[in-house]
């Protein structure tokens, strides 16, 4: 049963340029959630998607952007990077619980660094 | 004032201490508790997950949770090399949307 696929590992990308991140969620599970984790952070929640549409939002401007699947992948896109959006970008899959409780599963992120 | 706040160690221990790691936070809506574990690049897993007030143990693990103090806690016993990671608290009003603190990193020596 596979778990929360990311990819690519490791990006190394210029101030200004755009990035796409993209997550496989695990068997089963339909709502994936994106956070960032900066170098000695806890993860922040940027958005979670559920049929495709994005259903709840953190405190993240709009460079940041997301996409959602019929197969329920998705895809995090940031716009015009800057030296501050360095960090590992985490995808983590639940299964829809209505609104209520649903255990987070991640995966092993994406480690982002913009010079 | 962070909305959850915790002590980023690093805490060393000998093998087999209890461990005792704790977090405070400051909105009173939360309702959903967890404790994640985060090996060094890897992504975090769930340990623990406590509804509201109250103790709950899986093996050597127990989390304790005291809404009255907006406090709380991850004990390990007989803690293990294994252990050693960095320990995340998160908690959310509707069990979605989890705030997480800063994590705090265990070393547990052999």
């Known amino acids: 049963d596979a778990g929360v696929t990311q990819s690519p590992t490791h990006l190394i990308k210029t101030r200004g340029q755009q990035v796409t991140l993209r997550c496989s969620p695990k068997s089963g599970h339909d709502t994936v959630s994106w956070y960032q984790q900066a170098l000695g952070q806890g993860p922040q929640f940027i958005f979670q998607?559920?049929?495709?549409?994005?259903?709840q939002r953190g405190n993240f401007p709009d460079r940041f952007s997301g996409h959602q699947f019929p197969n329920y992948s998705s895809e995090l896109n940031v716009n015009a990077l800057l030296l501050g959006d360095s960090a590992l970008y985490l995808c983590?899959?639940?299964?829809?619980?209505?609104?209520?409780?649903?255990?987070?599963?991640f995966g092993n992120g994406t480690r982002l660094t913009v010079t | 004032q962070k909305e959850v706040e915790q002590d980023p160690g690093p805490l060393s221990v000998p093998e087999g201490a209890i461990v005792s790691l704790n977090c405070t936070y400051s909105?009173?809506?939360?309702?959903?508790f967890m404790w994640y574990r985060q090996y060094s690049r890897k992504g975090p897993e769930l340990l623990m997950y406590t509804y509201s007030s109250g103790n709950k143990e899986d093996g050597r693990f127990t989390a304790q949770v005291d809404k009255s103090s907006k406090y709380i806690s991850l004990f390990i016993r007989d803690s293990q090399p294994s252990d050693s990671a960095t320990y995340l608290c998160a908690m959310s009003r509707y069990g979605q949307n989890f705030v997480f603190g800063p994590g705090t990193r265990l070393s547990v020596l052999p």
């Open positions: 983590a899959s639940s299964p829809n619980t209505l609104g209520r409780y649903s255990p987070l599963h």
């Open positions: 909105n009173s809506a939360f309702q959903y």
């Open positions: 998607y559920y049929e495709e549409e994005e259903r």
